[in-house]
């Protein structure tokens, strides 16, 4: 089946820096959509990106689709506490409206 | 607006036995999803429906698991006999026909087969 690699798997930041996390696919997919999932929690929907190129920001969040639509990138400005937990990728090919996940990016955040 | 309702929250069972998984979705969403997350890993789709119709049940191992929708609202996930690698949590999701896109996820149930 499709794979979506994410990078990195794990990072630890200090509190107020900049976190930069992408997702990579040898297919092309038709949407990205980035998800973050707290301990014990279900997976919450931050941002979904729906054309090649597209740039779309959710408070601290910027998230962007690439050109290839093989790619996608979440940035995190000015980290905070809360923002601990696993970012997943996730996508849709073809006519498929099964989402597709990624292998997951654990943030751990410094204070 | 209540999200994505799941019960039970947690379970431990032996490997042979039966368990069965209750979800609610978001009032008025026709697509129901049900997913298995086994640890360190992101959720992968075992089925899908379309009010109580099957759209996607090809990752679902149908020896042993089985779901039902049969009123086009809640849903039922059974495994039945259970073995060990089935331990992970199972998450449902709904969305609505016009954007099922955008999936809204419950807090999912932990299984622990022993």
């Known amino acids: 089946g499709q794979q979506l690699n994410q990078s990195p798997q794990s990072m630890f930041i200090q509190e107020g820096e900049d976190v930069s996390m992408n997702c990579t696919s040898s297919?092309?997919?038709?949407?990205w959509l980035w998800y973050k999932q707290d301990p014990g929690e279900g997976p919450v929907l931050l941002i979904a990106l729906y054309k090649a190129g597209e740039l779309t920001s959710n408070g601290r969040l910027t998230a962007q689709f690439g050109i290839t639509r093989k790619d996608s990138f979440l940035n995190i400005s000015a980290s905070i506490p809360s923002d601990v937990g696993i970012y997943f990728c996730?996508?849709?090919?073809?006519?498929?409206?099964?989402?597709?996940f990624g292998t997951g990016t654990r943030l751990q955040v410094m204070l | 607006e209540a999200g994505v309702a799941q019960s039970p929250r947690y379970k431990i069972i032996e490997k042979r036995q039966s368990v069965a998984f209750w979800c609610n979705p978001i009032s008025g969403h026709a697509t129901l999803y049900w997913y298995q997350q086994i640890l360190g890993q992101g959720p992968k789709l075992l089925i899908q429906f379309q009010n109580n119709g099957v759209v996607d049940d090809s990752q679902l191992p149908k020896d042993r698991f089985s779901a039902e929708r049969l009123k086009g609202v809640d849903s039922t996930l059974k495994i039945q006999p259970a073995k060990l690698e089935d331990s992970a949590v199972y998450l449902c999701a709904s969305s609505t026909w016009t954007e099922k896109e955008t999936q809204y996820f419950g807090p999912g149930t932990r299984l622990l087969v022993l």
């Open positions: 297919s092309i997919f038709n949407t």
């Open positions: 996730a996508g849709h090919f073809g006519t498929a409206s099964k989402l597709t």
